[in-house]
C-alpha cells in the first residue's frame, strides 16, 4: 500500500471519482453563481445548519431550504446527463 491509499486515494481518485467525475463535479461548480457556491461551501465544508446559514447571510430558513432544494434537483438533472453520455 502506498501513501495514497492508506489516505483513500486510489487511481479511481479520493471517494472513488475519477478525473472525468472530478472535471464534470468541477465545470459544473464553476457554472453556479457565487450565491448557490456559498450557500454550498456553507452547509456542505462548513457544516452549518439551515438555521445557522439565515442567520449568517440574513435570509428566511425558508429561502435557504428552497435554495438547497433547487441546487439539489439542478445537480441531479446535470449528473443523469453526464451518465447518459
Do not use: H, W
Amino acid at each position: 500500500m502506498d501513501a495514497g491509499e492508506c489516505c483513500g486515494y486510489s487511481n479511481k481518485g479520493v471517494f472513488g471519482m475519477t478525473s472525468n467525475d472530478a472535471d464534470f463535479v468541477s465545470r459544473f461548480v464553476r457554472t453556479m453563481d457565487n450565491a448557490d457556491r456559498c450557500l454550498l461551501m456553507l452547509f456542505y465544508a462548513e457544516g452549518l445548519s439551515m438555521g445557522e446559514i439565515s442567520l449568517v447571510l440574513d435570509q428566511p430558513e425558508f429561502r435557504i431550504e428552497s435554495r438547497l432544494d433547487t441546487i439539489r434537483k439542478r445537480t441531479k438533472a446535470a449528473l443523469k446527463q453526464f451518465v447518459a453520455a
